[in-house]
């Protein structure tokens, strides 16, 4: 049960965040291929969980050449199911970036076998759509910080 270290879709790469990269977005450096709003607090955030080599890690969003935000599992599966976190800098909001790196994301997590859920504040509408869209249909409440936790059921296999 894994992933691979660079998922690609039609615009997009995710790339493992390095724990090299992870300290210089924890000490303010900058990298040419960040977009001038990378990293946000959040991506500085997810990257404190970059561990060399583990594919379940936080990515890099590069769209264009340029990172633009993150998107990772926040740690390993347990019971066949992980959580899923994603953020993006201001400038690309809007045009379907999130949802195209979360469905590449969910494409390699099926393929692995694992459910995944996501949490989200109810007053987050963009989130909210992005994960309607990539088929978090299970609400199983809130949790202690408020935030909806939204699941998605695996596909079922085809025949």
Known sequence: MTLPAEIASTRLRLTLVTPAEA????????????????????????????????????????????AVGTIGTLGR???????????????????GIATEALRALLAETDAAGVRVRAGVRPDNGASLKVLAGCGFTELRGSDEEGALVLARPLPEPRA
Do not use: F
């Open 23 to 66: 300290a210089a977005m924890r000490d303010g450096r900058r990298d040419p291929s960040w977009h001038p709003a990378y990293p946000r607090p959040d991506d500085v955030d997810a990257a404190s969980m970059a561990r060399e080599g583990d594919p379940w890690g936080p990515r890099h969003i590069v769209c264009d050449g340029l």
């Open 77 to 95: 599966p347990e019971d066949g199911e992980v959580e899923v976190g994603y953020g993006l800098v201001e400038a690309a909001r809007g045009r």
